[in-house]
């Protein structure tokens, strides 16, 4: 999946028009501050959420999935999605990235998300295939002494 459009917009508070995209088919993933170029937080819409469950690693930029990656996370944070939407779309998707960084990132929220899990009402069946699929994730070594464990 590659950038079929882009526009450069000047954003002022928190709804900014854009009039460049009037009568433009509605992307499969709108990503705004693509590229990072302004200090501005930005969450997805619940389509570009559910393309992006489908897609995100069909993403050609690995800077585009990690923005997205942690657009999700911001989306938890700030009580848009719950977290065991968040760990689900996590575990759906981390075994097929491929960049380092994108990896670590993934593995930092679900050790973020870990601490969380056992606080909260998480359902069983989330809490359960989290534990079994945590180790999955590439980059995360797991030792045979305490399998399914990951390596500190």
């Known amino acids: 999946m590659s950038r079929v459009a882009a526009a450069p917009i000047t954003y002022s508070g928190a709804e900014t028009e854009v009039k460049e995209a009037q009568g433009q088919p509605c992307p499969q993933i ?3 501050n693509d590229e990072d170029w302004g200090y501005v937080k930005t969450r997805l819409d619940k389509n570009s959420v559910a393309q992006a469950a ?3 690693n069909a993403i050609e930029s690995a800077f585009t ?5 942690q657009s999700l996370f911001g989306s938890v944070t700030d009580a848009k999605m719950s977290l065991s939407e ?3 779309f996590a575990l759906h998707n ?5 960049n380092i960084n994108v990896i670590r990132l993934i593995g930092s929220h679900l050790e973020t998300a870990s601490a969380y899990m056992h606080r909260f009402d998480m359902p069983q069946e989330t809490l359960a295939k989290f534990c079994d699929q945590r180790t999955a994730i590439p980059g995360r070594a797991t030792s045979q002494r305490h399998k399914g464990h990951p390596v500190q």
């Open 86 to 88: 968040r760990v689900d």
């Open 30 to 32: 709108l990503i705004l």
């Open 65 to 69: 999935r990690l923005m997205l990656w």
């Open 94 to 98: 981390a075994a097929d990235e491929s």
């Open 54 to 56: 489908q897609y995100i």
